[in-house]
């Protein structure tokens, strides 16, 4: 059983930039969450794909957008870099609808806006 | 709406000594609770976790236990040693698998 996997593990970018970040979710989950966390801080959720559908956002600008494919991997697209968009971007699987089980994370992409 | 507040950082410890890390939260109704650990150029690990007043999660010698009257969720480990320094994540959840997170609390355990 594979662990949930993030790619790139770095990037760097400059400012008006546009990024996408990847995530293949762990066997058997459908559901995907995003995660960014500035330097010294938790986790602000961003937003998450149930079924290729999003399934609730948090307080994030609309420059930052999603996507999940059939196979439940998905896409973190950041619009119009700013330097505070600077960050490690996790991801998180889970399997909704089979009990209470718990998200599993990635080790994030390290983004860095110049 | 809902936030997780965690004692700042660092707590700086020997080995053996008893470990408290406080959490409180601040909700609508009584959300799962949960602990998260990251080690350096980790993604988060969970640790424990509590679905519903006085639950107590545990493993690896850590523990803690929802308290619905004070609000708190407090991480408590006996006796830590080295390999548990880390930074720890109290977070509460909002809706199905959207966590809100505390800033973080890192703990540095010496021999």
Same mark, same amino acid.
């Given at each position: 059983?594979?662990?949930?996997?993030?790619?790139?593990?770095?990037?760097?970018?400059?400012?008006?930039?546009?990024?996408?970040?990847?995530?293949?979710?762990?066997?058997?989950?459908?559901?995907?969450?995003?995660?960014?966390?500035?330097?010294?801080?938790?986790?602000?959720?961003?937003?998450?794909?149930?079924?290729?559908?999003?399934?609730?956002?948090?307080?994030?600008?609309?420059?930052?957008?999603?996507?999940?494919?059939?196979?439940?991997?998905?896409?973190?697209?950041?619009?119009?870099?700013?330097?505070?968009?600077?960050?490690?971007?996790?991801?998180?699987?889970?399997?909704?609808?089979?009990?209470?089980?718990?998200?599993?994370?990635?080790?994030?992409?390290?983004?860095?806006?110049? | 709406?809902?936030?997780?507040?965690?004692?700042?950082?660092?707590?700086?410890?020997?080995?053996?000594?008893?470990?408290?890390?406080?959490?409180?939260?601040?909700?609508?109704?009584?959300?799962?609770?949960?602990? &998260?650990?990251?080690?350096?150029?980790? !993604?988060? $690990?969970? %640790?424990?976790?509590? @679905?519903?007043?006085?639950?107590?999660? /545990?493993?690896?010698?850590?523990?803690?236990?929802?308290?619905?009257?004070?609000?708190?969720?407090?991480?408590?480990?006996?006796?830590?040693?080295?390999?548990?320094?880390?930074? &720890?994540?109290?977070?509460?959840?909002? !809706?199905? $698998?959207? %966590?809100?997170?505390? @800033?973080?609390?890192?703990?540095?355990? /010496?021999?």
């Amino acid at each position: 059983e594979t662990g949930v996997t993030q790619s790139p593990t770095h990037l760097i970018k400059t400012r008006g930039q546009q990024v996408t970040l990847r995530c293949s979710s762990q066997s058997g989950h459908n559901t995907v969450s995003w995660y960014q966390q500035a330097l010294g801080q938790g986790p602000q959720f961003i937003f998450q794909y149930y079924r290729e559908e999003e399934n609730g956002r948090g307080n994030f600008p609309p420059r930052f957008s999603g996507l999940q494919f059939p196979n439940y991997s998905s896409e973190l697209n950041v619009n119009a870099l700013e330097l505070d968009d600077s960050a490690l971007y996790l991801c998180a699987s889970s399997q909704q609808g089979v009990g209470n089980q718990p998200q599993h994370f990635g080790d994030g992409t390290r983004l860095s806006i110049l | 709406g809902n936030s997780v507040t965690q004692m700042e950082g660092p707590v700086t410890l020997s080995e053996e000594a008893f470990l408290t890390i406080n959490c409180t939260y601040t909700a609508t109704g009584y959300p799962s609770l949960f602990w &998260y650990v990251q080690y350096p150029g980790e !993604g988060l $690990q969970l %640790l424990l976790k509590a @679905t519903k007043a006085d639950d107590k999660g /545990s493993n690896k010698g850590f523990e803690a236990t929802y308290r619905k009257e004070t609000t708190s969720f407090h991480l408590e480990k006996g006796s830590v040693q080295v390999s548990d320094s880390a930074v &720890y994540f109290c977070a509460g959840e909002r !809706g199905f $698998q959207k %966590l809100v997170f505390g @800033t973080g609390t890192r703990l540095l355990v /010496s021999p």
